[in-house]
T-cell receptor, first 114, second 114 residues
């Protein structure tokens, strides 16, 4: 167990709806990164939050947004859901937003869009 | 677009044998390298990190890095059926850059046959 928690575990939404996923980082970690993992693929970087600010973003549209709170927990929000958004959403925490630091994943949220 | 290439497998080895997993990456400035293990339906679990050329050993696992050849590998000695999983290679560009994102390969599926 990494100490990174995510909620909910599973979620089913309808196309066009909005969803919020939550993540609590491991104790001592102040950076949270979000990844999307489609079936049979490696995780794809969405964005990272450090000191409550977005600290890097992958190739995802603006309808993917996030927040980080003072306790270092984080949310991922996705608006106008599309069928292709169906995936495992992974949160990873690390000590700082530096490449030097290892990232530890939470259990993930399985999102299904119908 | 930074690319991380892995042989998708499946790779099958008998119990007790050495499993060799390979990964190549395209970005020459990559500095941090990681191996994750992912069981079916679960999130990735960090196994090894390596930052310098050469070998790094941790129990039955050895990571090997050759930056000149842009190649990183993972050896699993005395393979056990519990090692059966997908192994993900991850690469990060700069040690001291912020907003580090990990670039993942698609993973190699390993089956250890009892």
């Amino acid at each position: 167990e990494t100490g990174v928690t995510q909620s909910p575990t599973h979620l089913i939404k309808t196309r066009g709806q909005q969803v919020t996923l939550r993540c609590s980082s491991q104790s001592g970690h102040n950076t949270v990164s979000w990844y999307q993992q489609a079936l049979g693929q490696g995780p794809q970087f969405i964005f990272q939050y450090y000191r409550e600010e977005e600290n890097g973003r992958g190739n995802f549209p603006p309808r993917f947004s996030g927040l980080q709170f003072p306790n270092y927990s984080s949310e991922l929000n996705v608006n106008a859901l599309e069928l292709d958004d169906s995936a495992l959403y992974l949160c990873a925490s690390s000590k700082q937003g530096l490449a030097l630091y290892e990232q530890y994943f939470g259990p993930g949220t399985r999102l299904t869009v119908t | 677009q930074k690319e991380v290439e892995q042989n998708s497998g499946p790779l099958s080895v008998p119990e007790g044998a050495i499993a060799s997993l390979n990964c190549t990456y395209s970005d020459r400035v990559s500095q941090s390298f990681f191996w994750y293990r992912q069981y079916s339906g679960k999130s990735p679990e960090l196994i090894m990190s390596i930052y310098s050329n050469g070998d790094k050993e941790d129990g039955r696992f050895t990571a090997q890095l050759n930056k000149a050849s842009q190649y990183v590998s993972l050896l699993i000695r005395d393979s056990q059926p519990s090692d059966s999983a997908t192994y993900l290679c991850a690469v990060s560009p700069h040690l001291l850059n912020t907003g580090n994102q990990f670039y993942f390969g698609t993973g190699t599926s390993l089956t250890v046959i009892p």
